[in-house]
C-alpha cells in the first residue's frame, strides 16, 4: 500500500441549468395548454350562447327574442332548452335539436373539465369526445334545415362534431404510442380562469337575475312575458318590482357558490405554482387547494340563497303579480286619466292615449286592445250641457257597464262625437255624431259613479240612465249601452 498514492480530482460543480433548457418543457406545456382550450372550446360556445338564451326567457321584459326573432333562431338549435330555458321555447317555430343538444352540452361540459385534470381523468378524454362528436349530429342536421338562417348552431354543431373527434382521435392514438398522454398532464392555475368567469357572471346583471327568477319568480316570469306579448305601457314594471334586486342576489349567491365548489371539486386535482421570477421558470414548487375554506363558502352561500332569499323574492313577487292583476297601469296625466270598471276581476280598465287621443283597454297590466280611433278625448273643457251648465273637465264621460261613455273631438278641438267603448277589448260598441256633424252639448245622467258636474256627469230627478245629446235640431237622449234613442 505504501507505494500507492491517491490523486483527489478537484471539485468541479455541475453548470447551472439555463432557462433555455427548458424551453422543451416549457413548449409542451404549451401544446397541453392549447389542446385543453380546443377540448373546451365547444362548452364556452354552448355556454354563452344558452345565457344568451336563458336572459331573453326568464326576463321578457327585455324583449329581445320579440324584436330580433332572426338573431335568436340563428342559434337556438345549438341551445338546450331543457337546461337554460325550462324546455320553454322562445317563440313559435323556434328551432330545437331536441335531446341531441342536451348531451351535446353536457358532455361538452365535461370534457372541457377532464381535459384540464390529467391524472385518470385521461382514460374519460376519448369517450367523451365520441360522445359529443355524435350528440352535436342533430344540432347540424336540425340547422341544415335553413342553414342561412341558423349558420351560427351550424357552425357550433360541426365544430362540437369536429372537436369531439379530433379529441378523441388524439387520446386514443396517446394511449399506444411511447411518451406522455397528450391529457396526462394537469393545467395549473385554474383559479384565475374561474374567478375570471365569476367577475363576468356577476357584472353581466341579467345572468343572476335570470338564474334568481328560473328558482324562486317563475310565475312572475311568465306574467312579465304576458304583459309583454300584449304590447303593455306597463312592460318594465315587473321588472321594477322589488323581487328584482332580491332574485338578483339569488342568483349571486348561487353563482359564488359554484365558483367556490369549482375550488374544491375534485380537490386533488389542482395544483398552485408557487414561487417568484426565474426561479418560478426553473425550479417551481407545487401546492394543493386550500377545500375547507371554499367548502365553507359554499354551504353559507347556499343557505343564504335558498333558504334566506329565495323565499323572501317568491313571497315578493308573487305580491307583484298579485297587483299586475288586481290594479290597471296608471295615468300620470290628469285630464285623460284611467277609467276602471269597478268590482271587476282582473281589474278592468280604458287608458287614453298619448295627447288623449285614442285609448286602450287593460285587464290588470294586460293590453286587451285598442280603440280603432283617432278621436281628442281631453277636449271637453269649455262645454256646457244641454240645460247651460258648464264642463270644466278637460275628458267627460261615465261608466255604464260594461261601456264607457266618452265625449271626444273628431278632427277638431271641440267634442262632436259621443262614442261607447267597451271595457273587454276597446271595441267601439256604438257612436253618435249630430246630422250636421256640428258640435254639441252633451249630459251624463243615472251614471254608477254618481254626479259630478264638472265631467258632465248631471241626473235630473226621475232620469233613468241615459245619455243626452244637444244638437242643432234638438237634444237626443240615448241608451247608453246600445246608442239607440228613447
Given at each position: 500500500m505504501s507505494g500507492v498514492r491517491v490523486v483527489a480530482e478537484p471539485f468541479s460543480p455541475p453548470p447551472l441549468r439555463r432557462a433555455d433548457d427548458f424551453r422543451g418543457a416549457l413548449a409542451l406545456a404549451g401544446a397541453r395548454q392549447r389542446r385543453s382550450r380546443v377540448a373546451g372550446a365547444p362548452a364556452v360556445a354552448m355556454l354563452v350562447l344558452g345565457w344568451a338564451a336563458a336572459v331573453a326567457y326568464w326576463i321578457p321584459e327585455l324583449p329581445f327574442a320579440m324584436i330580433v326573432p332572426g338573431l335568436f333562431e340563428q342559434f337556438l338549435a345549438a341551445v338546450p332548452s331543457p337546461v337554460f330555458t325550462g324546455?320553454?321555447?322562445?317563440?313559435?317555430?323556434?328551432?330545437d335539436a331536441g335531446v341531441g343538444s342536451v348531451v351535446a352540452f353536457a358532455s361538452a361540459v365535461a370534457l372541457g373539465f377532464v381535459a384540464r385534470?390529467?391524472?385518470?381523468?385521461?382514460?374519460?378524454?376519448?369517450p367523451l369526445g365520441v360522445v359529443l362528436a355524435?350528440?352535436?349530429v342533430p344540432i347540424v342536421t336540425v340547422s341544415l334545415q335553413a342553414p342561412l338562417d341558423r349558420a351560427v348552431s351550424l357552425f357550433v354543431g360541426a365544430s362540437c362534431v369536429v372537436v369531439g373527434a379530433l379529441v378523441a382521435l388524439n387520446a386514443a392514438r396517446g394511449r399506444n404510442r411511447p411518451g406522455v398522454h397528450p391529457y396526462s398532464r394537469r393545467t395549473f392555475e385554474l383559479r384565475a380562469w374561474r374567478r375570471r368567469w365569476l367577475i363576468a357572471y356577476l357584472v353581466v346583471v341579467p345572468l343572476p337575475l335570470a338564474v334568481g327568477r328560473a328558482i324562486a319568480c317563475g310565475e312572475l316570469?311568465?306574467?312579465a312575458a304576458e304583459i309583454a306579448r300584449s304590447e303593455s305601457v306597463a312592460l318594465f314594471m315587473t321588472l321594477l318590482s322589488p323581487a328584482t334586486p332580491l332574485a338578483y342576489l339569488l342568483g349571486a349567491a348561487l353563482g359564488v357558490a359554484a365558483w367556490a365548489?369549482?375550488?374544491?371539486v375534485p380537490p386533488l386535482s389542482e395544483l398552485t405554482v408557487t414561487g417568484t421570477g426565474l426561479a418560478r421558470r426553473l425550479a417551481p414548487s407545487m401546492k394543493r387547494p386550500a377545500v375547507v375554506a371554499p367548502a365553507i363558502v359554499?354551504?353559507?352561500?347556499?343557505?343564504?340563497?335558498l333558504a334566506a332569499v329565495a323565499p323572501m323574492a317568491r313571497d315578493t313577487a308573487d305580491e307583484t303579480v298579485a297587483t299586475t292583476y288586481a290594479s290597471v297601469p296608471a295615468d300620470g296625466r290628469d285630464t285623460c286619466?284611467?277609467?276602471?270598471?269597478?268590482?271587476?276581476?282582473?281589474?278592468?280598465?280604458?287608458?287614453?292615449?298619448?295627447?288623449?287621443v285614442g285609448l286602450a283597454s287593460y285587464a290588470g297590466y294586460v293590453q286587451t286592445g285598442v280603440a280603432q280611433t283617432n278621436d281628442d278625448y281631453g277636449s271637453a273643457s269649455g262645454s256646457t250641457t244641454p240645460e247651460g251648465e258648464a264642463i270644466g273637465s278637460g275628458m267627460a264621460g261615465a261608466v255604464y257597464e260594461p261601456v264607457f261613455v266618452v265625449a271626444g273631438a273628431d278632427g277638431g278641438s271641440v267634442v262632436n262625437v259621443m262614442t261607447a267603448f267597451s271595457f273587454d277589448d276597446a271595441s267601439?260598441?256604438?257612436?253618435?255624431?249630430?246630422?250636421?256633424?256640428?258640435?254639441?252639448?252633451?249630459?251624463?245622467?243615472?251614471?254608477?259613479?254618481?254626479?259630478?258636474?264638472?265631467?258632465?256627469?248631471?241626473t235630473l230627478e226621475g232620469e233613468p240612465e241615459a245619455v243626452f245629446v244637444g244638437c242643432a235640431n234638438g237634444v237626443y237622449r240615448l241608451d247608453p249601452r246600445t246608442g239607440g234613442g228613447f
Open positions: 324546455g320553454a321555447a322562445l317563440f313559435d317555430g323556434a328551432p385534470q390529467g391524472g385518470r381523468a385521461r382514460y374519460a378524454v376519448a355524435a350528440a352535436a316570469r311568465d306574467r365548489a369549482l375550488r374544491c359554499v354551504v353559507a352561500m347556499l343557505v343564504a340563497g286619466a284611467t277609467v276602471v270598471l269597478a268590482g271587476s276581476s282582473p281589474q278592468l280598465g280604458l287608458r287614453p292615449g298619448a295627447g288623449c267601439i260598441v256604438w257612436r253618435f255624431a249630430c246630422p250636421g256633424g256640428e258640435p254639441f252639448t252633451f249630459r251624463f245622467a243615472g251614471s254608477a259613479a254618481g254626479d259630478r258636474p264638472a265631467t258632465g256627469r248631471l
